[in-house]
């Protein structure tokens, strides 16, 4: 094999783009065979666009079946990651899943169980890891040079969004078509990114809002605040309802500060660590001397050809993914418990008890609304996404 | 009268620092005429630095009951600021008291009751106030210009403080000497601002540690949730162990958004409110056009002898104060707020029981610990507070 042929799964939004992508030649190592959707425009814009160069099925166990591919995309609504992930594992078929990997860990840990049965490629679409600054940045903070963190912010509430995006697709922004809001939608990025440069945190106590700027059932305002195992703490802001909202993310550590905002990482390093100048200090005003210092990264930022291109490497040749499909469950693990503590007004420890969470997304699934006059509006998302500045 | 006679109550590290600002010509409606203090090294510091030329007291009363000032400065612990204040209230004294108003609002209230029954001036020593970015963030916030507020968000880790500073006072971060941490020494600026700027909020929802970076029994670390009337949400996030800290205050409001970082204020306007782009923006992906504009101050920063000067000014002429004395029990209410929410485990709605409050804090002052072996340390202020970066 010298080109991985693929299927995608789902031709909405991200589906058409990495198709756009890949026809554009940025994953010389990949080609789409096949389409699979059970919306006929959308499968016709598949043939306009491939100028019917690849097999469309309506139906994607269909596609699974068809012997045309080697690996899928999935990119269908979110509670059909893991249904669609399960399928390909069955059939030996690799996997690369859209963000976020589920709606609900229990559903999650499940696929991975099934991931770790089979012999396939499983990677997650976390594009924002192909970032250089947010790269560099983890490398920093995990080298164990800073020691120790203090404390993590991020705000992230530059993903506005208007009433027309919300109102173009009938699944968007309800439980039983996304799952969630921005957390579901918008924020897998960033809440991987959270957890992939400052490790998990033991609880997470969150407030959020829904439909508080958007006529939505679920949330579009999110302010949490976490505690880590070794007593540091973190908060994450976001919401799609503010005009030009801000993406810094500020990492304290006992060494250094790092911080990343609109794609630039500056770090400040301490000439004494904090916890020895606590003590060796003997004046009363004391301060720490710090200076900054200059980051080079290596420049690089391929976003999503550049998981595509680590999945063709990995399926090929064996090389590492930027993300295995496995650690999906950690994004997702926060902000189900954003979810569960606002749900029960309480500080929720991980890991969380996935039957009450499950539960109680399942109490509003039950009386989720179906939107009626949807007007479906196919997007060009490309400057949507891709750098820190979050979009 | 063409100069006002002020005597200094309580001659530590504040105390002096306003006599030397005095005395170096800052203030040149004022005359430093006497200076009380229980402690006869401070005494002795006062005799020396006035060169024999002020009134020395041992006992603040006898220095009210003297006849030698028109005004006094209270600079003693917190507990004492509203009781000193309302001695000076029965003596027809003027008063500006430090910062904060008091420990606890139950008092506090009282010392403004007992200010409306007298014909004194009676100001806050919130020198915050005179930092032209500041004034020009809460002109443009309250203007109406930008419509309602969103968000606010105060990062503002920059008070680090050595353990020597603890170390440096017996009554230094203790319940009985200080009725707090960070929220009542360092931060009663910023909540003053906060509050100045953006308004009450009307619920507090607040996690904070306790000794956490330092051998101190109060709060060094801080993170704060609130909710304003119109739905808007804040953070205030704050610790003195940070070695490196930022100081970033951003508000985001329907038609701006505003942030002060390095002491320097930054607006972006929006060419379309956010509700009514909300609406009206018909593509799923619009955005709102933000532009930068040129903030102009008039680059005034006076800090303390401008509210000293004001405080002149208004005995003098009738003039304007920077702060009243009555407003110091807003930042004080956040402070006692923040407190409650974490003692309880739970949402503080203001106005919140101050029985409650008072009753949870003797409980804490009840088995607050002397500290021994206590090195006290003069120390030199200048340069840990002023700008907008907190220090």
Redesign the interface.
């Known amino acids: 094999m010298d080109k991985v042929r693929i299927g995608i799964i789902g031709f909405g939004n991200m589906g058409s783009g990495h198709f756009s992508n890949i026809k554009a030649g940025l994953c010389p190592e990949i080609v789409v065979t096949a389409v699979a959707d059970i919306n006929p425009d959308r499968l016709e814009a598949a043939r306009t666009g491939s100028e019917g160069k690849v097999a469309l099925f309506d139906d994607a166990l269909k596609m699974l079946d068809s012997g045309l591919i080697d690996a899928a995309i999935i990119s269908v609504p979110h509670y059909f990651h893991p249904v669609y992930a399960q399928e390909c594992f069955k059939r030996g078929i690799h996997v690369m899943v859209e963000k976020p990997a589920g709606v609900y860990t229990k559903q999650v840990k499940e696929m991975n169980a099934a991931s770790e049965n089979s012999n396939v490629v499983f990677g997650m679409m976390f594009n924002q890891r192909t970032n250089c600054v947010y790269r560099k940045m983890r490398e920093l903070v995990q080298s164990g040079k800073y020691g120790e963190i ?2 993590t ?1 991020w ?1 992230i ?1 530059n993903w ?6 919300y109102d ?1 697709g009938a699944w968007r922004a309800t439980w039983s078509g996304e799952g969630g809001g921005v957390l579901m939608n918008q924020c897998p990025h960033q809440l991987d990114l959270w957890q992939w440069i400052c490790g998990m945190p033991v609880r997470v ?1 969150a ?1 959020m ?1 829904f439909g ?3 006529d939505i059932e679920v949330e579009d ?1 999110v ?1 949490a ?1 976490v ?1 880590y195992e070794n ?1 540091a ?1 973190g ?1 994450f ?1 976001t ?1 799609t ?6 993406n ?1 993310f ?1 990492v ?1 550590m ?2 250094a ?1 790092l ?1 990343v905002e609109n794609d630039v990482l500056r770090v ?1 390093e ?1 000439k004494t ?2 916890p020895q ?3 060796e ?8 001397e ?1 200076e900054e210092i200059t980051v080079e990264t290596d420049g690089k930022n391929p976003q999503h050809s550049g998981v595509l291109n680590a999945f063709a490497g990995a399926i090929l040749r064996g090389e590492p993914l930027v993300a295995n499909g496995t650690e999906g469950i950690r994004g997702l693990t926060l902000a189900n418990a954003m979810h569960l503590s606002q749900w029960t007004n309480a500080t929720v420890e991980l890991p969380f008890d996935e039957d009450l969470y499950y539960n109680e997304l399942m109490k509003r699934v039950a009386v989720s609304r179906r939107k009626e006059n949807v007007h479906v ?1 196919f ?3 490309k400057g ?1 996404y891709g750098g820190s500045n979050g ?1």
Chains 1, 2 share one sequence.
Request: glycine share 10%; hydrophobic share 30%; aromatic share 14%.
């Open positions: 203090r404390r912010n705000l509430t506005f969004r208007p009433q027309a995006y173009s106590n407030h809002k508080k700027w958007h305002d302010t605040y505690e007593g703490t908060v802001i919401t309802g503010d005009g030009f909202g801000s810094r500020e304290q006992d060494g500060k911080v400040w301490f660590p904090v100048f606590m003590k200090c003997k004046t009363a005003f004391g301060h720490i710090a509006l997007s060009d998302t949507t979009k």
